[in-house]
C-alpha cells in the first residue's frame, strides 16, 4: 500500500522575503520585488533588472568560518533549510541551531534532495579571475566543492546528520519540483520517512547574466514593476530571480503520530520530456499537458477537482503562450472555474530554486484559503483567457492545488498538492 505524506515543514529565501512569514505577505499583495542590479555593474548590459535577495545575512543563522566555504546558493539553501527543520520540530523542543541533530526521526530514514540549475556560478567566475590575474597557484582548494551544484544538499545533511538518500536533480527549471517530487515517491514507496527538498539557485553574476541576455531570454525593460508580467501582451522575457524554497516532508501516520502541524499533504508528481528543443517548449505545450495529466492520474483525481495552478509563467512569449494551451488542452471547460496565477511576477525566475519556492507558496495557498494574483498584469493577447488573478488575489478555498515547472531540455515536472484534512 501507498503510503501517505505531508508537509510538515517550510523554509524560504527570495526576494519577496527571509523567510515564509515575510515573503508569503509580500507575495499574497503582489508586492513585486524586482529592482535594478546591484551586484554588479550593468552600464554595460542590455539587462538591467533582477530580483536580487537584498541585505543577505547568512551569519544570522549559520557560523562565519563555515561561510567563507559556501558559494551563496549552498548558503541561501542551508538558510532556508533551517527554517524548514525547525518549523517542523523534527530536532525537538530546545535550543535549536543549524548543526542540531534530528531526534525525532532515525537518521538513516531522512533524506535530502535539493536541486541546483547552475551551482556556484559566482565562485567559478571569481576563481578564474584569479587564475587570470594571479595564476593556478592562487586557485582556491575549496573551489570545486563550493562550485559543484550538489554541494547545497550535502550541506544540508551533513549539518543534520541526515544519512537517507541524498541527491541533486540538475533540470533547469524544472529542478526544485523534481527534487520534491522524488523526494515524495521515496517516502510514498517506504524508502524513507522524512525528506529536505527544493531548490536554490544564485546566478545573477555577470557572466550568467550576459549569457542568458545574448540568447534573447531576459527582459530588457527599464522599468522594474514591467519587467517580468507573465501572460501580459507586452512580456519581453523573464528576470532572473535568486533564492531557496525548502519543504519538510513525512510520512503521515509518523508527523500525526508525533503530533506536527501538517500545512498540507502532497498527492501527485508527474515528470516527462518534451524531446523537442534545447530551449523552446513544444509547440502547444504539448509535454507541459501530458506532464499535468500524469500528475493529476498520479493524484487520482480528475482535472475538475484542481481549483488553482502556481503557472511555470515566466513572462516570455513561448511559455505563456504554450503553457496556456496546455492548460485549456488538460482541463477543458473546466477551466471556467480555475484559477492561474504565476508569481514569478513578483520574485522573478529563480531557475533551479523556482519549484521550491513555488511549492511553498502553492502549500500557504491551500493552508489560508487565499490565491495570490499575477502582479503588474494589465492586459492578455488573444487567446490567453484564463483567470490569471491580474493585480489581485483572491480568498477562495481551494481543495487542490497544482505547481507547474518547465525547463530547458524540455524536461517538466509538475506537483500536486492537497489541503490539510480538518
Not at 515547472?405 to 517538466?412: A, D, I, K, R, T
Request: net charge negative; with cysteine; glycine share 12%.
Amino acid at each position: 500500500m501507498k503510503r501517505r505524506v505531508v508537509v510538515t515543514g517550510l523554509g524560504t529565501i527570495n526576494p519577496t522575503g527571509k523567510d515564509v512569514n515575510e515573503s508569503w505577505d509580500n507575495v499574497k499583495n503582489g508586492r513585486c520585488a524586482i529592482d535594478y542590479i546591484s551586484r554588479f555593474d550593468t552600464t554595460d548590459f542590455k539587462v538591467k533588472v533582477a530580483g536580487e535577495v537584498k541585505d543577505f545575512d547568512p551569519a544570522s543563522r549559520l557560523e562565519k568560518k563555515e561561510l567563507r566555504h559556501m558559494a551563496r546558493f549552498t548558503q541561501m539553501a542551508l538558510y532556508a533549510a533551517e527554517e524548514a527543520i525547525k518549523d517542523s520540530g523534527l530536532c525537538g523542543d530546545g535550543d535549536y541551531d543549524y548543526k542540531s541533530k534530528v531526534t525525532a526521526i532515525d537518521p538513516s530514514r531522512i533524506g535530502v534532495i535539493v536541486s541546483c540549475g547552475i551551482g556556484g556560478i559566482d565562485h567559478i567566475e571569481e576563481q578564474h579571475g584569479r587564475l587570470e590575474s594571479m595564476g593556478n597557484s592562487k586557485i582556491s582548494p575549496f573551489f570545486v566543492p563550493m562550485s559543484i551544484s550538489n554541494m547545497a544538499a550535502a550541506r544540508i545533511a551533513i549539518s543534520h546528520g541526515l544519512k537517507g538518500m541524498c541527491s541533486c536533480p540538475v533540470t533547469a527549471c524544472a529542478g526544485g519540483s523534481n527534487a520534491i517530487g522524488d523526494a515524495f515517491i521515496r517516502i510514498r514507496d517506504g524508502y524513507e520517512d522524512a525528506f529536505v527538498c527544493g531548490g536554490t539557485e544564485a546566478s545573477i553574476t555577470p557572466l550568467a547574466i550576459a549569457g542568458f541576455q545574448n540568447m534573447k531570454a531576459l527582459s530588457e525593460s527599464d522599468d522594474p514593476k514591467r519587467a517580468s508580467i507573465p501572460f501580459d501582451k507586452d512580456r519581453n522575457g523573464f528576470v532572473m530571480g535568486e533564492g531557496s524554497g525548502i519543504l519538510l516532508l513525512e510520512e503521515y501516520e509518523h508527523a500525526k503520530a508525533r503530533g506536527a502541524h501538517i500545512y498540507g499533504e502532497i498527492v501527485g508528481y508527474g515528470s516527462n520530456c518534451d524531446a523537442y528543443h534545447i530551449t523552446s517548449p513544444a509547440p502547444g505545450g504539448e509535454g507541459g499537458a501530458a506532464c499535468m495529466e500524469l500528475a493529476i492520474k498520479d493524484a487520482g483525481i480528475s482535472p475538475d477537482d484542481i481549483g488553482y495552478i502556481n503557472a511555470h509563467g515566466t513572462s516570455t512569449s513561448l511559455n505563456d503562450r504554450y503553457e496556456t494551451a496546455a492548460i485549456k488542452a488538460v482541463f477543458g471547460d473546466a477551466r471556467d472555474n480555475l484559477y492561474v496565477s504565476s508569481t514569478k511576477s513578483v520574485t522573478g525566475h529563480l531557475l533551479g530554486g523556482a519549484g521550491g519556492v513555488e511549492a511553498v507558496f502553492a502549500v500557504k495557498a491551500l493552508e489560508e484559503g487565499f490565491l495570490p494574483p499575477t502582479a503588474g498584469l494589465k492586459e492578455t493577447e488573444e487567446g490567453m483567457d484564463l483567470n490569471y488573478l491580474p493585480g489581485s488575489g483572491i480568498e477562495a478555498d481551494v481543495k487542490y492545488a497544482l505547481s507547474n515547472s518547465l525547463g530547458f531540455g524540455g524536461h517538466n515536472a509538475c506537483l500536486i498538492f492537497k489541503k490539510a484534512d480538518e
